[in-house]
C-alpha cells in the first residue's frame, strides 16, 4: 500500500495534529522574519496568531499558539530572533507573548463570511486583537522601562504595521477560504 503526504489530513484522528503542527510551523516561521528594534523586534507572529485562530477556530488557534509557546519554553529556538526559554517569558516582550493565545482565541470569534461586510467586521477585528496584543505588551513592558517609554518603545513603532498586517491578513484570510471553497468544489 502506498502511503502520500496527505494520508495525515485524511485520517480523522491525525487531521488535528498535522494542521497544529503546521501552525506551529507556520509561527516559527513568521518568528524569523522580522527587523530587529529595541526593546521589541516587529514580526509577523502577531498577524499569523490572528490567522490561525480565525482560519481554525478559537480552540485550534489557541491550541497551536499554546504549543508554540510551550516549545520556546522548554529552549526550542522557535522566537523572534532565536528567543527562547524562561528569560523570554520574564524579560520585556513577555506581555506580548501572553497575549498571543488571547488573541488567537477571540481571531477564532470573527465573522467567518465571504461578502464585504465580514471581510470588513474582520479587518476592524484584526484591529483591534492587535491593539490588546499591544496593550497588554506594553502593560507588561511597563514594568521595565515605565510606562510613557512603553508606549513611544513598545506600541507608537508597531501602530502601522498592525494596519498593514491586520489588511494583509484579512486579505490571506479570504484568499485561503476561497481556494478551500473552490478545492471543495471540484
Known sequence: MKHTATDAFAH???RPLAIGALGV???TASSYISVPMYPV???LQTMTVLLLGALFGPRMGAAMVLSWLALSFTGAPVLADGKSGLVAFAGPTAGYLAAFPIA???AGYLPKGDRIG??????AGFLGLHGLVLGLGAAW???FVGAETAIVAGV???LIGS???SGLATGLYAAWKGADKAGRAH
Open 25 to 27: 510551523a507556520a509561527l
Open 156 to 158: 507608537l513603532p508597531f
Open 41 to 43: 523586534p516587529v514580526t
Open 141 to 143: 513592558l511597563s514594568g
Open 104 to 106: 488567537a482565541f477571540l
Open 163 to 165: 494596519v498593514l498586517k
Open 118 to 123: 465580514a471581510h470588513a467586521l474582520r479587518l
Open 12 to 14: 480523522p484522528a491525525l
